[in-house]
């Protein structure tokens, strides 16, 4: 009997300029675990054109360095300005067409990665 090898996917939603944080600490945190996911997607929600241009320049960058996991960008098509709902939503949406149930989604929120609230500001 043939075993089935499950497939890792993670979802980081990204909004209101917070660039820094999502390329020092969340993308990073992501690909430095023991067992590295086999799709990371970043959904940007982000409002401001400018911010967009440059998340995704930046996950271009990553790209080049990563091996191991397939990186995706999305921009959160839903209810805009609002990671919670519409960017987790359209995370969810990608990933129902390259995992099936037998696999594993997982979600990055910023209080997991113990950012207070004054660094989330800046």
Known sequence: MKRIQNKIGVIIA?????????????????????YKPDYLLIVDDNKIEENCVEIE???CQVRKTEAFTEIYYSRNLRTR???GTG???????????????????????FRQLNISHSMLRN
Do not use: C, H, P
């Open 14 to 34: 990204t909004s209101l300029g917070r660039k820094e944080l999502l390329f020092s600490r969340a993308i990073k945190s992501v690909l430095e675990q023991t």
């Open 57 to 59: 320049e930046g996950i």
């Open 81 to 83: 300005g609002q990671s």
């Open 87 to 109: 960017a987790w939503n359209t995370g969810f949406d990608f990933y129902k067409s390259i995992l099936d149930e037998a696999d594993y989604i997982a979600i990055l929120l």
